[in-house]
């Protein structure tokens, strides 16, 4: 017997222990009823704990023996009897989650249906970001629309409902998504809004749902995936973005939603800066260029290092630059010697065409007039 078919808002049961097994992957109890949701149709398995003559273990995953019809499997965290009466406790603020995440899913494909014309072929409930896969691709507007209608429909505060009815009665009802199952089937329904054929633990009402929050929405198998936050979460999530704006625009002395100019100034300033900085890197390259040919060693700015290096590679013979802070570059055929001799000082350094590496601190003018030396 499921119990949370019954009463989604039940946290504790009495059962009996009817079989149990362990293999090397975990510890696994079948129960007489049980409150515990079975992974299945998008949505997570419940957690919790069972109590007995035993004490106390965890639920730590529950999952449909066979699919649809199966026994429900508690996964556990120690072995307990066969035989036995349990008190099962489910991990109520997880379960409400994802209530809230289900039951917003069946307002959202409502509304993408009613506003678009999409149709919901698959969903994922597994993390706060949910996901509906939609068969068709959808435009801007009518993914808006749905939003603001599946919000609608959360301060309705439509009752939601489950019932069961036969095969034969099916046809009578107007279901948004055909049933998996055969037999009797369950049928979900949230006012006068949405109706659809679903096994899973839902809210008392549409309101207990809301928020309702689309983030975004991108192509996706030929459809669109399309991405949101309900109840709880979404507003989690809003407190955190709403955090992050409000530490922003104090930096920025704007408000939060003013903060696009002040960012915008800053990366407009930043890439004339980098092209001003480029500019001056190569002056002082080029005037730095006749003395470095002259030295062969010499001791550069470390801005400059690499932009002189490259113009040093297009004359004859080998060259070495030092930055003050012990960085290096040298080029020419001879480079492999000349890193012998700064390895030979504590320096590190390799590469391709050029070499390049670092020197222990205070050792630049020393390397300096061991290079030169050699050259
Ligand atoms: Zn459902």
């Given at each position: 017997m499921r119990l949370y078919q019954l009463d989604s808002y039940a946290t504790r049961f009495q059962a009996r222990?009817?079989?149990v097994w362990s293999d090397e992957k975990g510890?696994?109890?079948?129960?007489?009823?049980?409150?515990?949701?079975?992974?299945?149709?998008?949505?997570?398995?419940?957690?919790?704990?069972?109590?007995?003559?035993?004490g106390e273990v965890q639920v730590l995953h529950a999952y449909e023996e066979e699919k649809a019809f199966g026994d429900v499997v508690h996964v556990l965290s120690a072995p307990i009897p066969e035989g036995v009466e349990v008190e099962g406790e489910i991990d109520w603020p997880r379960r409400f989650r994802h209530m809230q995440r289900h039951t917003a899913q069946h307002l959202l494909s409502q509304a993408l249906l009613r506003a678009g014309g999409y149709h919901t072929v698959a969903v994922s409930l597994d993390s706060p970001v949910c996901t509906v896969d939609l068969e068709e691709e959808a435009e801007e507007a009518g993914v808006l629309e749905a939003e603001a209608l599946a919000n609608f429909a959360v301060y309705a505060d439509y009752p939601v409902e489950a019932f069961y009815v036969s095969e034969e009665e099916l046809a009578r009802y107007p279901l948004r998504r055909p049933p998996k199952v055969r037999g009797k089937v369950?049928?979900?329904?949230?006012?006068?809004?949405?109706?659809?054929?679903c096994g899973g633990t839902h809210l008392k009402t549409s309101a207990q749902a809301g928020p309702i929050k689309v983030l975004k929405w991108e192509r996706y198998k030929g459809g669109t995936r399309v991405y949101f936050m309900a109840g709880w979460e979404a507003l989690e999530d809003y407190h955190a973005k709403h955090a992050l704006l409000a530490r922003l625009a104090l930096a920025f002395s704007t408000n939060p939603l003013e903060l696009e100019k002040p960012i915008r100034k800053l990366q407009d300033e930043l890439y004339a800066l980098k092209g001003e900085n480029q500019a001056l890197r190569e002056g002082l390259a080029e005037a730095l260029l006749?003395?470095?040919?002259?030295?062969?060693?010499?001791?550069?700015?470390?801005?400059?290092?690499?932009?002189?290096?490259?113009?040093?590679?297009?004359?004859?013979?080998?060259?070495?630059?030092?930055?003050?802070?012990?960085?290096?570059?040298?080029?020419?055929?001879?480079?492999?010697?000349?890193?012998?001799?700064?390895?030979?000082?504590?320096?590190?350094?390799?590469?391709?065409e050029a070499v390049q590496g670092a020197l222990p601190p205070g050792r630049a003018v020393e390397a300096l007039a061991r290079v030169r030396e050699l050259l």
């Open positions: 222990v009817e079989r510890h696994y109890a079948v129960l007489s009823q049980t409150l515990f949701y079975p992974e299945s149709g998008g949505q997570p398995a419940d957690r919790g704990v069972l109590r007995g003559p035993f369950r049928l979900v329904r949230i006012g006068d809004f949405d109706l659809a054929a006749p003395r470095a040919l002259e030295e062969k060693a010499l001791l550069v700015p470390l801005p400059v290092l690499g932009e002189l290096g490259k113009r040093l590679a297009r004359f004859e013979g080998t060259f070495l630059l030092v930055a003050p802070e012990g960085r290096f570059v040298a080029v020419g055929p001879r480079r492999g010697e000349v890193l012998e001799r700064l390895k030979a000082l504590g320096g590190r350094g390799g590469g391709k």
